[in-house]
T-cell receptor, first 115, second 113 residues
Framework: NAGVTQTPKFQVLKTGQSMTLQCAQD?????MSWYRQDPGMGLRLIHYSVGAGITDQGEVPNGYNVSRSTTEDFPLRLLSAAPSQTSVYFC???WGTGGNTDTQYFGAGTRLSVL | AQSVSQHNHHVILSEAASLELGCNYSYGGTVNLFWYVQYPGQHLQLLLK??????LVKGIKGFEAEFIKSKFSFNLRKPSVQWSDTAEYFC???????????FGTGTSLTVIP
């Protein structure tokens, strides 16, 4: 199993550009999520999905869109990049969110710089 | 919204020293609690978790954590650290019925050989 795969690993954007961060998992997990990691802020939840066709906002959703058309994929779209979106982005997945099913498996991260 | 506080931002220890990293959370209901670790250049991975039962939880690599409900705490401990424990450690909480995970700001641990 590849686990959780994120692409690209690095990206530089200009202010106002749009892009999509890709996330795919091959573990048939229902729950997927996106986080951003900033110095001194820890990981903050951007969006999450409890299954195909279902998405919801986390703590810091502004400026980002997501969709979940398949169980495997959960892309994160930056609509109009801003310097405040410079961060490291992590995708994670888990079987579910209850009891003993909520252990999250993380991707390697995408380091994004917005100039 | 819930919040998670990790009081130690940077910890430097010599090998064989004991470790305790603090974690406090703000949610008053039933919670699931986690410690994740990020070794240099590696993915975040689960160290241990609590969701029910014995409040003393044992994880991988000799780590353990104790859930003290009255103190809203889930401190991580290891009796004798090794150089290979150098990493960043994150505490996280989720309400038992919720779908959102809340992470602390992380503690960077450096172990000197």
């Amino acid at each position: 199993n590849a686990g959780v795969t994120q692409t690209p690993k690095f990206q530089v954007l200009k202010t106002g550009q749009s892009m999509t961060l890709q996330c795919a998992q091959d573990m048939n997990h229902e729950y997927m999520s996106w986080y951003r990691q900033d110095p001194g802020m820890g990981l903050r939840l951007i969006h999450y999905s409890v299954g195909a066709g279902i998405t919801d906002q986390g703590e810091v959703p502004n400026g980002y869109n997501v969709s979940r058309s398949t169980t495997e994929d959960f892309p994160l779209r930056l609509l109009s990049a801003a310097p405040s979106q410079t961060s490291v982005y992590f995708c994670a997945s888990s079987w579910g969110t209850g009891g003993n099913t909520d252990t999250q498996y993380f991707g390697a991260g995408t380091r994004l710089s917005v100039l | 919204a819930q919040s998670v506080s990790q009081h130690n931002h940077h910890v430097i220890l010599s090998e064989a020293a004991s470790l305790e990293l603090g974690c406090n959370y703000s949610y008053g209901g039933t919670v699931n609690l986690f410690w994740y670790v990020q070794y240099p250049g590696q993915h975040l991975q689960l160290l241990l978790k609590y969701f029910s039962g014995d409040p003393l939880v044992k994880g991988i690599k000799g780590f353990e954590a104790e859930f003290i409900k009255s103190k809203f705490s889930f401190n991580l401990r290891k009796p004798s650290v090794q150089w290979s424990d150098t990493a960043e450690y994150f505490c996280a909480v989720k309400s038992f019925t919720g779908n959102q995970f809340y992470f602390g700001t992380g503690t960077s641990l450096t172990v000197i050989p």
